[in-house]
């Protein structure tokens, strides 16, 4: 069965550092694009970071850009984001969802879209 399963999250105070983890289990990471997103109370779900297949790519929203940074160890099946400095309003759900690689036009920004497979979610709070 494709899966994709979040785990790291908790409670964490301000100024604090959480790594979350996505493992995939039924299909082999190395072949897709893996992006993280979020989704505060109240609010629409956001991309917030995504890497290549290979790594060699990587997009950050703006408002963790410096503070996040999303990588991968594809012989784990696995890929993180390290969160540092965290802040209240970094407080969501975060997923972690795949797509196959794909080539890209010339100009084309790097971005994680029309994603193919979501994971279930991981909660974060960011509070004192």
């Known amino acids: 069965q494709v899966q994709l399963v979040e785990s790291g999250g908790g409670l964490v105070q301000p100024g604090g550092s959480l790594r979350l983890s996505c493992a995939a289990s039924g299909f082999t990471l190395n072949y897709y694009t893996i992006g993280w997103f979020r989704q505060a109370p109240g609010k629409e779900r956001e991309e917030n970071s995504c890497i290549s297949s290979s790594g060699s790519s990587t997009y950050y929203a703006d408002s963790v850009k410096g503070r996040f940074t999303i990588s991968r160890d594809n012989a784990k099946n696995t890929v993180y984001l390290q969160m540092n400095s965290l802040k209240p309003e970094d407080t969501a759900v975060y997923y972690c969802?795949?797509?196959?690689?794909?080539?890209?036009?010339?100009?084309?920004?790097?971005?994680?879209?029309?994603?193919?497979?979501w994971g279930k979610g991981t909660l974060v709070t960011v509070s004192s």
């Open positions: 969802a795949a797509r196959p690689r794909r080539t890209s036009r010339n100009g084309e920004l790097f971005r994680c879209a029309s994603m193919d497979y």
